[in-house]
T-cell receptor, first 114, second 113 residues
């Protein structure tokens, strides 16, 4: 069965420093992978998606993620954190081949200090 | 115009009551979903409908009954509400059941007291 593991439940960074949110996946096929962001008391917004095209995926707000099959990882990075990046981030995998079911990780809360 | 809209945004009700959450999408998508986010922020799919037909029905108590009158609407009715039903419920839609094409609604926070 497909699954994702977010390795950190909380990450704290200072404004202007790099962000790294880690995600490992488990899949019996080449998966579709996503990062979603949820700001406090808000809905879910898609940051970026990997669907078997380029392994380095650029998303919104300066975020990017790299699909590494050999490491089964899909880590999310940003060169310079902004206060508005403080939110909950979810790594997500599609449920199985050619399906639309999304399987969410447990989330990483990103705190950004001034 | 909101692409996927849910009503109400907040719902506080007593145990044992029956309540409904409505969802509408104006994107022309064929597939709609309900996801539940628990108090620990864990998200899990409950149901999906494709063109009014039930496709995914996860292990959800039968007190939860989705209804899709047309492909633009997917409502969630919950009977005999329990404390454990307190959560945020998200509606979503996608074109042709594509995982890469989801649009989520803003969520309905249900509190059972």
């Amino acid at each position: 069965a497909q699954s994702v593991t977010q390795l950190d439940s909380h990450v704290s960074v200072s404004e202007g420093t790099p962000v790294l949110l880690r995600c490992n996946y488990s899949s019996s096929y080449s998966p579709s992978l996503f990062w979603y962001v949820q700001h406090p008391n808000k809905g879910l917004q898609l940051l970026l998606k990997y669907t078997s095209a380029a392994t380095l995926v650029k998303g919104i707000n300066g975020f990017e993620a790299e699909f590494k099959k050999s490491e089964t990882s899909f880590h999310l990075t940003k060169p310079s954190a902004h206060m508005s990046d403080a939110a909950e981030y979810f790594c997500v995998v599609s449920g199985s081949y050619n399906t639309d079911k999304l399987i969410f990780g447990t989330g990483t809360r990103l705190q950004v200090f001034p | 115009d909101t692409a996927v809209s849910q009503t109400p945004k907040y719902l506080v009700t007593q145990m044992g009551n029956d309540k409904s959450i409505k969802c509408e999408q104006n994107l022309g998508h064929d597939t709609m979903y309900w996801y539940k986010q628990d108090s620990k922020k864990f998200l899990k799919i409950m149901f999906s409908y494709n063109n009014k037909e039930l496709i995914i029905n996860e292990t959800v108590p039968n007190r939860f009954s989705p209804k899709s009158p047309d492909k633009a609407h997917l409502n969630l009715h919950i009977n005999s509400l329990e404390l454990g039903d307190s959560a945020v419920y998200f509606c979503a839609s996608s074109p042709n059941a594509q995982a890469a094409g989801y649009t989520f609604g803003s969520g309905t926070r249900l509190t059972v007291v």
